[in-house]
T-cell receptor, first 110, second 112 residues
Framework: DQQVKQNSPSLSVQEGRISILNCDYTNSMFDYFLWYKKYPAEGPTFLISISSIKDKNEDGRFTVFLNKSAKHLSLHIVPSQPGDSAVYFCAAYNTDKLIFGTGTRLQVFP | NAGVTQTPKFQVLKTGQSMTLQCAQDMNHEYMSWYRQDPGMGLRLIHYSVGAGITDQGEVPNGYNVSRSTTEDFPLRLLSAAPSQTSVYFC???????????FGPGTRLLVL
């Protein structure tokens, strides 16, 4: 039972354009959401988070949007850069447990 | 600060063998956790700990044991390795359960 779903396994975007990564969740008890970025042979690193009391959070080129009624969040990267090429994981907290999605591989090409 | 360290980086086991994956952090974090990453499955939570002496099960705990005798260390034990436990294992720590989690570099385990 996948509580956090990333339905697009991969995404390819041209440098300078917007990258939009999507995430859906099923558990309405989730109250805190995060995005992590992972390069090959490294551990995931924290990117940005959002509390369920907000619907948007920005940090530089990265913005996360939360739509609680749709149980959907998205990560926008503007402008996309080649160094953004990585696997992006959406994650959500259920009390003490941090549950991850399956990941989306983003490739930013010149 | 070394952050979160994991040893070994890579290990090959035979079915039925036991081993311990080590995880240590030097940030005085209370919350620590273990994940496994498999193709198409993302990161799945195995066990976690909210402080020394306190552990609990995650999404996929079967076949794994943990203990937390100190704040710094959170070892993961495989009692009798199975090929299904072939995976990349990540340890993470954070100041609290809802704070940013910092991940180690991972241990790649192959069970033959």
């Amino acid at each position: 039972d996948q509580q956090v779903k990333q339905n697009s396994p991969s995404l390819s975007v041209q440098e300078g354009r917007i990258s939009i990564l999507n995430c859906d969740y099923t558990n309405s008890m989730f109250d805190y959401f995060l995005w992590y970025k992972k390069y090959p042979a490294e551990g995931p690193t924290f990117l940005i988070s959002i509390s369920s009391i907000k619907d948007k959070n920005e940090d530089g080129r990265f913005t996360v949007f939360l739509n609680k009624s749709a149980k959907h969040l998205s990560l926008h990267i503007v402008p996309s850069q080649p160094g953004d090429s990585a696997v992006y994981f959406c994650a959500a907290y259920n009390t003490d447990k941090l549950i991850f999605g399956t990941g989306t591989r983003l490739q930013v090409f010149p | 600060n070394a952050g979160v360290t994991q040893t070994p980086k890579f290990q090959v086991l035979k079915t039925g063998q036991s081993m311990t994956l080590q995880c240590a952090q030097d940030m005085n974090h209370e919350y620590m956790s273990w994940y496994r990453q498999d193709p198409g499955m993302g990161l799945r939570l195995i066990h976690y700990s909210v402080g020394a002496g306190i552990t609990d099960q995650g999404e996929v705990p079967n076949g794994y044991n943990v203990s937390r005798s100190t704040t710094e260390d959170f070892p993961l034990r495989l009692l009798s390795a199975a090929p299904s436990q072939t995976s990349v294992y990540f340890c993470a720590s954070g100041e609290d359960r809802q704070e940013t989690q910092y991940f180690g570099p991972g241990t790649r385990l192959l069970v033959l």
